[in-house]
C-alpha cells in the first residue's frame, strides 16, 4: 500500500497594475513548479522497479 501526501501553498507574485495598485499574479511562485513531473517520474520508476521484479521471477521459475 502507497499513500500520497502533498501539501500546497500557493504563492503568487506581487505585481502593479497601470494605476500602480499592487495585486497577486497567481501561479508564478509555489503550485506547479515541477511537481507533477516529478511525481510522475517518481511513479514510472516504481514502475520500472515491478517490472524488474516480474522478469527476474519468471526468470527463477
Known sequence: ???FLEIIQRVGCMMKDEQGKEY?????GGFGKGNFSELFKSIEEYEKTLEC???QI???A
Open 24 to 28: 497577486q499574479k497567481g501561479g508564478c
Open 1 to 3: 500500500p502507497t499513500i
Open 58 to 60: 519468471a526468470a527463477d
Open 53 to 55: 521484479n516480474k522478469t
